[in-house]
């Protein structure tokens, strides 16, 4: 199936996209462990490893509240085309189906309302807008149109305990496009826009420090106490030409570990 333009007119993009994403301290390899955290109050250390170079494990459920994700493989790509990262890709193209890179849900997840299906799919900007409430939609939308967004994939799901996760991702035309994006919405301490069912949010001051994924720049978000209803997580996550948004929430209190680990395994396969 063919990929669906987002916009009727796409800007030309700079012959040299300039890096707008820092630079991460390198923890981990695919090759070895590519992540280990400690869970806050525990004592409980667990991590990603893996054998192959076209394989992402995902995470057996345990009782620190890991959810058990499948085991993940990155999608082909098209015959000469280069990974994201690879020498010779300039504008860090992801050149694979963009619903193939969405993190799949996990054991137990079902459909949700008022969630993208659990199968993942294409969305429009316009319903990528209805995820923030309404008074920041028409700016999102807008930022959107000036940025270039090529292409929006989605998935959603939501699991027995009430937590619902949604994970997005916006292709741009280069690796220059993402950073104006995020500059607009989510660069700084605090999100510039506000999720549905969210209040104020700040950065995550529980993400473990050591925790980064190669080449992959991360803004973690927790909402501020007092909150509304439901908890509500958000992370947004750079990856050359693509920007992943995940957002989790939960009536009550919302599980950290399961949201690191979302994040984690997300940003993996789109490195």
Do not use: C
């Not at 991460?24 to 992540?35: G, P």
């Not at 420090?209 to 992370?235: C, K, L, M, N, W």
């Amino acid at each position: 199936m063919a990929e669906p333009s987002q916009t009727d007119e796409t800007p030309a993009g700079p012959s040299a996209p300039a890096r707008r994403r820092r630079v991460l301290r390198a923890v981990a390899r695919w090759t070895a462990a590519v992540a280990v955290f400690g869970v806050l109050g525990t004592g409980v250390a667990y991590g990603i490893t893996e054998l192959e170079r076209t394989d992402v494990p995902g995470l057996a459920t345990a009782r620190d509240g890991r959810w058990a994700y499948p085991e993940l493989k990155l999608p082909a790509l098209p015959e000469g085309s280069p990974r994201p990262f690879a020498e010779g890709n300039d504008g860090e193209i992801h050149h694979a189906d963009l619903r193939d890179l969405l993190l799949p849900a996990p054991r137990g997840a079902r459909d949700g309302e008022d969630l993208p299906g659990i199968e993942g799919t294409w969305v429009s900007v316009d319903t990528f807008a209805q995820a923030y409430v309404d008074a920041d939609r028409d700016e999102l939308k807008q930022t959107l149109r000036d940025t270039a967004v090529r292409h929006i994939a989605a998935r959603g799901w939501r699991m027995p305990d009430g937590t619902r996760t949604t994970v997005y991702l916006l292709r741009f035309n280069s690796a220059a496009y993402p950073g104006d994006f995020l500059s607009t919405t989510a660069s700084g301490a605090s999100p510039y826009v506000t999720v549905t069912d969210g209040e104020m949010a700040t950065l995550d001051d529980g993400w473990p420090e050591d925790v980064e994924v190669p080449d992959i720049e991360h803004y973690t978000f927790d909402e501020s106490e007092p909150r509304g209803e439901r908890h509500v997580r958000q992370a947004y996550l750079v990856a050359g030409d693509t920007v992943a948004v995940i957002v989790q929430s939960r009536k009550g209190e919302a599980a950290a570990v399961p949201f690191q680990q979302t994040v984690i395994l997300q940003s993996q396969l789109l490195g």
